[in-house]
T-cell receptor
């Protein structure tokens, strides 16, 4: 069975600094996708960044980037130039390729941004 | 805004009652997935509907059931509510077919069972 582990329940960062959130996963599949979602107090899950397992290049979206290490089954999120609006719960999620869209989630990391 | 709307936003029910939660999917999406998120936890997959058929189910008892309508909106029904059913219920819509394309989430329904 696939699992996703986020080992940092809480993290904090100073405004304008950089923070890295960790995620590891376990799967026997070779074709899958990984995601980081943000859940602010409004509760709505917002996609931050997506990584296809078959791509070696790490995904980037503006201030957000990932370090995808397929052999180590590691998928960390780096947030650069942190802003107050980045404060939220961050969830790492996995989905195998194919027709079944069952997202498997980690427990989340609560990120606080200090002014 | 994702175009996925859930109703109601909050709900309080008594143990043993039944509840129906609703989700309108994003235009053009034919797949709806439901997740249960207990306080302080990550979401857990309940089931998925693709073109009105159930297309996968998580480890939830049969008292959790669902429907998808021809317009691809969906309902989640829970019978014989238990206190542990208190959670945030999230609906996500996406396009069926190959995996990996983005799932768009609604704002969730907060269910409290007393």
């Amino acid at each position: 069975a696939q699992t996703v582990t986020q080992s940092q329940p809480e993290m904090s960062v100073q405004e304008a600094e950089t923070v890295t959130l960790s995620c590891t996963y376990d799967t026997s599949e070779s074709d899958y996708y990984l995601f980081w979602y943000k859940q602010p107090p409004s509760r709505q899950m917002i996609l931050v960044i997506r990584q296809e397992a078959y791509k070696q290049q790490n995904a980037t979206e503006n201030r957000f980037s990932v370090n995808f290490q397929k052999a180590a089954k590691s998928f960390s999120l780096k947030i650069s130039d942190s802003q107050l609006g980045d404060a939220a719960m961050y969830f790492c999620a996995y989905i195998r390729a194919g027709n079944n869209r069952k997202l498997i989630w980690g427990l989340g990391t609560s990120l606080a941004v200090n002014p | 805004e994702t175009g996925v709307t859930q109703s109601p936003t909050h709900l309080i029910k008594t143990r043993g009652q039944q509840v129906t939660l609703r989700c309108s999917s994003q235009s053009g999406h034919n797949t709806v997935s439901w997740y249960q998120q207990a306080l302080g936890q990550g979401p857990q997959f309940i089931f998925q509907y693709y073109r009105e058929e159930e297309n996968g189910r998580g480890n939830f008892p049969p008292r959790f059931s669902g429907l998808q309508f021809p317009n691809y909106s969906s309902e989640l029904n829970v019978n014989a509510l238990e206190l542990d059913d208190s959670a945030l219920y999230l609906c996500a819509s996406s396009l069926g077919g190959t995996g990996g394309t983005e799932a768009f989430f609604g704002q969730g329904t907060r269910l409290t069972v007393v």
